[in-house]
């Protein structure tokens, strides 16, 4: 700790210098530039962060809102009296339980993260990146070291390593895959068929969790760690594999038959989504294949990616030059699709379009261009 201090001084002594302490930095032949640990311990009033990256990246995300105008995270990582409580479960370890009823959309979570790795700082030797990971975890404010060392270190290896392997989540920051912590989000377990959503807003720095449907009090509070329109072999195998437990939620654990009707249904899921996304004259795409998609993914419990299927219905609709039924089908994709791929996301976006005017929008009669004569079928916008 004397050498933090060491280096925090250092920083103070530097007009305008934005972190709190001196970087510390690795390079080797690997690396076309050294990685460095950047400590903020200002962040997010008072949580603090650091971030293992290359100085260019470090210096890039300073010019994110998150931190050029601290005021915009005065409503994050406010968790004083929270719709959760925590609950040990067997075979699960720690989880989160509703303690109030919250409707779709609530906003469960809103956190920064305490810590960001780039991924291509493995290429350093583990001895080094390990060193810049336990110089970040001493950089940060006491009570974030303390939710840091509070996590769960699922695979007993190295005590740093293993709590960010255990609880981090991938996110890009301006394309670059990233690993980011965020320790109240962290509890919370996975099931194949959650009830939350959560969304990462690079802007904001900010990852999100609402409710995809209705929670009620006593229910566990559940996100995804996987795509779960996979089969559920290869879903168990996924999580065995990169997070090394056996699911026991209960599309994991229902008898043969059933799972076989749920894979099923995956399969012809996967099948009824490639011809909607057929746009050639021979796609077979129609409105009812949309309607037989979206009750699918309802039978599935598959509430986040009901998004996607009501964007499919949008669009097969409005190919078909039919308004309204475009619109209702734009707006429910609209509603979902914020709360599991972000505010800023193209499809929300694109979806918004479609709920207003839908004969604005690229597939607009598109599907009936060669029948009629004369329309003015796929304006772009
Ligand atoms: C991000 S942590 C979640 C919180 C954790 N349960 C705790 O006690 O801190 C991920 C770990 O929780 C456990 N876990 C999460 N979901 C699970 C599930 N569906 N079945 C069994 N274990 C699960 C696994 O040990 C996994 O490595």
């Not at 996987?226 to 437990?245: Q, Y």
Request: hydrophobic share 35%; net charge negative.
């Amino acid at each position: 700790m004397r050498s933090a201090l060491r280096f925090s001084l250092f920083a103070s002594q530097i007009a305008n210098f934005p972190w709190t302490f001196w970087p510390e930095c690795f390079s080797n032949e690997e690396t076309t530039e050294p990685y460095c640990v950047f400590s903020d311990q200002s962040f997010a009033a008072g949580r603090g962060i650091f971030i293992v990256t290359t100085k260019i990246f470090a210096y890039a995300m300073l010019e994110k809102p998150a931190f050029s105008n601290p005021k915009l995270l005065e409503d994050v990582n406010k968790y004083r009296s929270p719709p959760f409580r925590q609950h040990e479960f067997p075979g699960k370890g720690r989880g989160l339980v509703a303690n109030t009823t919250l409707h779709r959309g609530d906003r469960i979570f809103a956190s920064t993260p305490i810590l960001i790795t780039d991924s291509d700082s493995y290429a350093l030797p583990t001895s080094e990146r390990l060193a810049l990971l336990y110089r970040g975890v001493a950089t940060l404010p006491f009570h974030t070291q303390a939710d840091f060392w509070a996590l769960l270190g699922h695979f007993n290896d190295d005590p740093v390593d293993d709590r960010i392997n255990t609880n981090n989540f991938d996110v890009n920051i301006d394309s670059i895959p990233q690993q980011a912590l965020f320790p109240e989000i962290a509890m919370l377990n996975h099931d194949c068929r959650p009830n939350a959503a959560y969304f990462w807003d690079e802007q904001m720095m900010t990852h999100y969790v609402h409710a995809i449907r209705d929670i009620h009090p006593g229910e566990e509070i559940t996100i995804t760690y996987i795509d779960n329109e996979k089969d559920r072999k290869t879903r168990m195998r996924r999580l065995e594999r990169n997070w090394g437990f056996k699911c026991s939620c209960s599309a994991c654990t229902a008898h043969a038959s059933l799972a076989a009707e749920s894979d099923s249904r995956l399969y012809q899921i996967t099948s009824l989504a490639k011809a909607l996304d057929d746009w050639t004259s021979s796609s077979s795409a129609t409105p009812e294949i949309a309607e037989l998609l979206i009750s699918l993914y309802k039978q599935e419990r598959l509430d986040a990616s009901l998004a996607t299927a009501y964007k499919y219905a949008a669009e097969v609709y409005s190919s078909f030059g039919k308004k309204w039924e475009a619109m209702r089908y734009a707006r429910l994709s609209g509603e979902l699709s914020m709360l599991d791929k972000g505010f800023r996301d193209g499809d929300v976006r694109e979806m918004k379009r479609m709920s207003e005017t839908p004969e604005l929008t690229w597939s607009w009669k598109k599907r009936v261009a060669s029948l009629v004569k004369g329309c003015e079928c796929g304006h772009a916008y």
